[in-house]
């Protein structure tokens, strides 16, 4: 048996999954590992060297069970950045998308761009965390350091380079910088050139499926084994998608530290109603586009469950708040939600600002939060089904969140749409199809998600009043 090795590592912890094709899919988790947010020199940062180290005790943990892969990709979140300098290393910490740098910064993009130019062009979100926003911070914050760059690497990309000795920027995480063309599919130089970054340290956008050779003789040596390094989707979100059993007439909400809500689509939508609502087009397996919005997601009740010195599982603060007929929201998409002292602080003021009562024990505090969440989603449908001019039929959430019950039935409830849930490890299995799309193993997509639909238990949730 042939077996393949998915890295996928989240805004809140990663893991090293392999995977085996035949008649099923067939995943076992090798090694699991928290990330965070750590505080350095000021900034907001990732630690990439402890992320780069679990990666390759993942890969001795593989050797250790008596399995070795003969291919690996890693995915992980989206938008943050390496610059390398003419000796290939970094000139910055890994900064945070939830850093204050960016404060500001998209307000003055917007001023040298027409809004309208850059979403007909790019057909990405506005996010004040975009890496167009945090690439134009460091130059105008630090511009000797940008100067110096190179080379430009998203977070996955760093690590395949690490791993391999080889530089590429892949597509579907290229596409959430708001810096390639959603029509030509490449860098967009105009906006580019215009922004004063430098072009050349752009790498070529390679596609999942592509192989960028074998692991460097250095870690074969370390971890006792050689294989292949193929790019999957290495946006998770992107990797998720592939994942979803079945997509006609069916939106996908990819659940987890963030919420990815929205539909499959052939080409970009880059119709000023779409801007309105403020939809992405981000670039998805065989140049197919994930339209869909961002909404903050799970974040909130893991800064709760911080905040709560961690006495409660994700699991007692949803069985907590169940019963409760507490119905105070909050926006989940203010920024003053992205990067709070305290989640809980915050959430009370909101609630007391705009008039609601304000949570007070932890089953109100955590069914404020799954509320919020299924209203914004249930917007995100409405939004969706209007600029598509048609009714979709279902949801499907995908990903670790989807294993909150609670949430999965107050979305039923509210768009009064089937929910089905599953499957959980979506992100790890998309990675894991495009490494076998390259190995030939898998001959389409179509075929991988039949072969998921086989594999995998998915939940159906309909709405109480048709059941």
Not at 233 to 245: E, I, L, M, N, R
Not at 312 to 320: G, I, M, N, R
Not at 426 to 440: E, P, Y
Request: with cysteine; proline share 3%; hydrophobic share 40%.
């Amino acid at each position: 048996m042939n077996y393949s090795l998915a890295v996928d590592i989240g805004a809140s912890s990663g893991r090293l999954i392999v995977g085996e094709c035949n008649k099923k899919i067939h995943l076992t988790e090798i090694h699991r590992f928290e990330n965070q947010i750590i505080e350095k020199n000021g900034q907001f940062c990732w630690d990439l060297d402890a992320l780069f180290s679990e990666i390759k005790t993942g890969l001795k943990k593989c050797r250790e069970a008596g399995i070795e892969p003969v291919s690996m990709g890693i995915d992980t979140w989206a938008v943050d950045f390496v610059l390398l300098d003419e000796h290939d290393k970094p000139l910055t910490d890994a900064v945070s998308y939830r850093d204050p740098r960016t404060d500001g910064v998209m307000e003055e993009v917007i001023e040298q761009f027409m809004k309208e130019r850059l979403y007909l062009e790019t057909g990405i979100q506005f996010q004040q965390f975009n890496t167009i926003y945090q690439l134009y911070a460091l130059k105008k914050q630090h511009p000797d350091i940008f100067k110096k760059a190179k080379s430009f690497l998203m977070i996955p990309d760093y690590f395949h380079f690490l791993l391999t000795g080889k530089k590429a920027n892949e597509y579907t995480n290229a596409t959430t910088t708001q810096l390639v063309n959603a029509f030509t599919k490449k860098w967009d130089k105009d906006i580019i050139e215009a922004l004063g970054f430098n072009p050349d340290m752009f790498q070529e956008i390679k596609l999942p499926t592509e192989s960028l050779g074998k692991l460097k003789s250095e870690w074969v040596e370390e971890v006792g084994f050689d294989l292949e390094v193929i790019l999957p989707a290495t946006h998770d979100t992107g990797s998720a998608v592939v994942a979803v059993p079945k997509v006609a007439d069916t939106i996908y909400l990819s659940s987890g530290t963030w919420s990815l809500i929205g539909v499959e689509n052939s080409f970009p939508i880059c119709v000023t109603k779409a801007l309105d609502y403020n939809f992405t087009n981000e670039g998805g397996m065989n140049y197919q586009f994930r339209f869909l919005k961002n909404i903050m997601g799970l974040w909130m009740i893991q800064e709760v469950r911080r905040n709560y010195d961690n006495r409660y599982s994700f699991a007692q603060l949803v069985e907590l708040s169940k019963g409760i007929s507490f119905k105070s929201t909050v926006d989940v998409n203010d920024p003053r939600f992205l990067k709070p002292t305290n989640m809980i602080k915050e959430i009370q003021r909101y609630c007391q600002e705009t008039g609601q009562q304000a949570p007070e024990h932890p089953g109100e505090v955590a069914k404020c939060v799954f509320e919020s969440l299924a209203e914004s989603y249930t917007s995100a449908v409405a939004e969706i089904e209007d600029i598509f001019e048609k009714d979709f039929k279902s949801i499907n959430v995908i990903g670790g969140g989807c294993r909150n019950e609670l949430l999965n039935q107050l979305i039923a409830d509210r768009t009064k749409k089937d929910v089905f849930a599953g499957p959980i490890e979506a992100t790890a299995i998309g990675n894991l199809v495009a490494q076998w799309m390259a190995l030939g193993e898998i001959e389409s997509i179509q075929q991988a998600r039949k072969l998921i639909y086989d594999s995998f238990d998915v939940k159906r949730y309909v709405s109480a009043d048709r059941e």
